[in-house]
């Protein structure tokens, strides 16, 4: 009895196994093709205006919404800024009133972006940005 057994396992794995050699392979699923990387995102004004000002904004100590020159040293010194401040200061506070605000923060930055953007297209490229790999060197 327990031959019959054997014997019936055996074959049927060899049947098993002749009719897996005559059929072709299954097909793989179906797998969507990898998605390439995605580049880094250029840069429009909006965001790059954004994103400074969140940064210069931090200045803003006492949470008035706009930035005094006490405050502005005190951030530059925070921040070991090169350069003396009060120059800082008076580059970006246009009206001279004494405070920094964020209409000032938004006109700096956009002459500052339109300096950065070389084929004026409105976009910063990863080539266009200082300290970017790809981005030409000052000149010494």
């Known amino acids: 009895m327990i031959r019959r057994s054997i014997l ?9 196994a002749a009719f897996a050699q005559t059929q072709p392979p299954a097909p793989a699923p179906a797998t ?8 880094k995102s250029d840069l ?3 965001k790059f205006q954004r994103r400074r000002e969140t940064a210069i904004m931090a200045a803003d100590t006492d949470g008035d919404g706009k ?3 006490l405050e502005w040293e005190a951030f ?7 350069g003396d401040p009060a120059k ?15 209409a000032e923060l938004d006109a ?4 500052r972006f339109a300096k950065l953007d070389k084929n004026g297209d409105g976009v910063l490229a990863a080539d266009e940005m200082p ?8 000149e010494q």
């Open 8 to 16: 019936a396992a055996a074959l049927s794995l060899s049947t098993v």
């Open 32 to 39: 969507p093709p990898a998605a390439a990387p995605k580049a």
């Open 44 to 46: 429009t004004l909006a």
């Open 67 to 69: 930035i005094s020159l």
């Open 76 to 82: 530059q010194a925070k921040r070991n800024a090169k």
């Open 88 to 102: 800082s200061f008076a580059r970006i506070d246009s009206n001279h009133d004494g405070f920094i605000d964020r």
């Open 108 to 111: 700096f930055f956009a002459k």
């Open 131 to 138: 300290g970017h790999k790809s981005a030409p060197k000052a």
